[in-house]
């Protein structure tokens, strides 16, 4: 298993290949480029991650975490969640 395989939205694109589009996974394993792809989804998934938390957070900041790390905590998983929603939607499963 090459390395690329360690990583999170690599593994949905590839489930994603398998069972939504096998002629594609075909495709890219007989032209060896599967890896690749792999490589290419998941750099921009990351790229994007960071784009739209940044955007995210400039829209609605978060709260102090000094004074409640609770509710920065809370409000940052759930940005963090929707960013991956939006990701899976524009770059994995796409």
């Known amino acids: 298993m090459k390395p690329v ?11 994603y290949l398998k069972v939504s589009q096998p002629g594609h ?21 990351y790229q994007r991650m960071e784009v739209l938390m940044s955007q995210m957070l400039e829209k609605t900041p978060a ?10 905590v809370g409000f940052m998983n759930n940005l963090k969640a929707s960013a991956e929603e939006i990701i ?4 994995v499963y796409s």
Do not use: C, V
């Open 25 to 45: 996974l075909f495709a890219l394993r007989a032209n060896n480029e599967l890896h690749q792809h792999l490589k290419e989804i998941s750099d921009q998934a």
């Open 5 to 15: 395989l360690n990583n999170r939205y690599a593994r949905l694109r590839l489930d």
């Open 63 to 72: 709260p102090d975490k000094e004074q409640d790390m609770m509710a920065w």
């Open 88 to 91: 899976l939607q524009e770059i």
